[in-house]
């Protein structure tokens, strides 16, 4: 990808249960095809976060994957560039979208059902891809820069960076043509609440396909292995995607 990369060779290191892995200077998609499918099958972009410093890539990675693999889902892992590198993130945001689509055929995914689920600043950028698919945000490499770049549909887990005093971030433009976007939060993440409420209200607005689960407690980060009140999100994930015709 054009841009810069990390002042540093990449590295990864465990601390407390996590998978961290930063200085990415070379985005990488790593695809976990459902298993056992008949035929082509939905498909979505995993974006593990980490404040855009580092990518906890098992808890919101590799462990994401496999629940998506159980409802017969394809899931891929974005490991985009950090530390500090938001424009060379969303890029690769951008891009990896249009290389799943590209390779539907090849890897056995309906490119009409692609979506994005991100965690925290991943969340972020996929909320950032929602509302700006429709110009690409770096010089264009080769024919698969033509591909169409938006989700059929996001999932964000807590994310951040939605909300500028009360109001959403003026980088993420809410249009009535964004995809259909299901938002997790804990109401005592109180760093990210707020991003999950304003970005609703905003969605509600542009009658845009939506839905906000807040649960009472369950803190930052919990992926999933929270064992309080959101060790449910995934079931009703699951839920919202049958509504959601993915399923």
């Known amino acids: 990808m054009p841009g810069k990369g990390a002042a540093s060779a990449e590295s990864q290191k465990s601390t407390k249960g996590v998978l961290r892995i930063t200085n990415v200077s070379a985005p990488t998609l790593e695809v976990f095809k459902a298993p056992g499918a008949k035929g082509p099958a939905p498909a979505v972009i995993i974006c593990p976060g980490g404040g855009y410093q580092i990518l906890a890539y098992d808890l919101e990675g590799t462990e994401v994957a496999a629940w998506l693999n159980k409802l017969g889902i394809t899931g891929i892992i974005l490991?985009?560039?950090?530390p500090n590198n938001r424009d060379g993130a969303f890029d690769d945001m951008q891009r990896a979208?249009?290389?799943?689509?590209?390779?539907?055929?090849?890897?056995g995914i309906q490119p009409d059902k692609l979506g994005v689920i991100g965690f925290s600043a991943g969340g972020h950028?996929?909320?950032r891809l929602s509302t700006n698919y429709e110009k690409t945000a770096y010089a264009e490499l080769d024919e698969t820069d033509k591909v169409n770049c938006r989700p059929d549909y996001v999932m964000l887990l807590y994310p951040g960076y939605l909300n500028d005093s009360g109001k959403v971030a003026a980088e993420l433009p809410i249009?009535?043509?964004?995809?259909?976007?299901?938002?997790?939060?804990?109401?005592?993440?109180?760093?990210h609440v707020d991003d999950s409420k304003v970005f609703d209200k905003a969605l509600s607005a542009a009658n845009v396909?939506?839905?906000?689960?807040?649960?009472?407690?369950g803190g930052h980060g919990f992926g999933l292995r929270s064992q309080t009140d959101p060790k449910v999100w995934p079931t009703q994930a699951a839920d919202w995607l049958r509504k959601m015709g993915v399923l």
Not at 97 to 107: C, I, K, L, M, Q
Not at 182 to 191: G, H, P, Q
């Open 79 to 82: 490991k985009y560039r950090v």
């Open 97 to 107: 979208v249009r290389v799943a689509r590209a390779h539907a055929a090849e890897w």
């Open 125 to 127: 950028l996929a909320a």
């Open 175 to 191: 249009t009535p043509s964004m995809p259909g976007t299901l938002l997790i939060v804990a109401a005592d993440d109180e760093d």
């Open 209 to 217: 396909p939506h839905q906000l689960i807040v649960y009472p407690k």
